[in-house]
């Protein structure tokens, strides 16, 4: 038995997520049924995160199992060569059979982007949100700050989400603003809850726009009240850019 290392890029626009779901074409599902095109067997395809719908991702992880002896070239040729041109496997590699893409990630950077200028580039719809009308990035960029360390985020948290635990570790927190019109949001973590990423982008925006004051994010962390922070945004704009691993 051999377990494979999957990273993967996709452009998540026209799928329903990530994880496999009913009736619905998301992108665990198209890739589990590549590989299993290709290796002529049944495999349970496992994945790194399970990103929403419309959520882009440079550097995903997926592993796989199998007794086939296909060179590892053999699987990545053969597998981009069976996905759609929205989906692309970018490297492949043979780990140890214990190896699980999400269980033994130690952390990932989420990107969001966004658009500053009057007029959104029309190639850009799906992968940044325009921000209309004045916004204080430096109020942003200073509140971003308060979202580093170990927090409780459970008021960040979708409503929905099942982690045991919303303490979280967020070693990077930041905005970047680009020369081009574009400014960035980059965080990274030791793992995030289900739409953290998200309602935390929600609730800088609101900041920027004046509608939450910063010295108010301390007591939305205190409260641990989903309905005192920002709201769940746009997930166009969001790119699972890197997951971590020990080895």
């Given at each position: ?54 959520v882009h ?116 927190s930041e ?36 509608k939450i ?35």
């Amino acid at each position: 038995m051999r377990n494979i290392k999957l990273v993967v890029q996709y452009d998540g626009t026209n799928y329903s997520g990530w994880q496999v779901q009913p009736n619905v074409k998301t992108v665990q599902g198209v890739l589990k049924n590549a590989v299993e095109t290709l290796v002529d067997h049944r495999v349970k395809l496992q994945g790194a995160s399970r990103t929403d719908a419309g959520v882009h991702a440079l550097g995903q992880v997926a592993s796989f199992k199998t007794v086939k002896p296909h060179s590892l070239n053999t699987i990545k040729k053969g597998l981009n060569s069976i996905l759609p041109d929205d989906i692309r496997v970018v490297s492949v590699e043979e780990v140890d059979l214990s190896f699980h893409p999400r269980f033994d990630a130690i952390g990932k950077t989420y990107r969001y982007r966004f658009f500053l200028g009057d007029v959104l580039p029309p190639f850009e719809r799906f992968y940044c949100y325009h921000i209309k009308g004045k916004v204080d990035i430096e109020k942003m960029s200073v509140a971003a700050g308060y979202f580093s360390g170990e927090k409780d985020f459970s008021s960040f948290r979708d409503s929905m989400c099942t982690s045991k635990n919303p303490v979280k570790n967020i070693k990077v927190s930041e905005f970047k603003l680009l020369n081009n019109g574009f400014l960035e949001y980059i965080i990274t973590g030791d793992s995030f809850l289900h739409h953290m990423v998200r309602n935390i982008v929600g609730t800088l925006l609101w900041i920027g726009k004046g509608k939450i004051d910063i010295d108010f994010l301390e007591e939305i962390f205190e409260r641990r009240d989903r309905t005192l922070a920002g709201p769940t945004f746009d997930a166009k704009g969001l790119f699972l850019e890197r997951v971590y691993y020990r080895r």
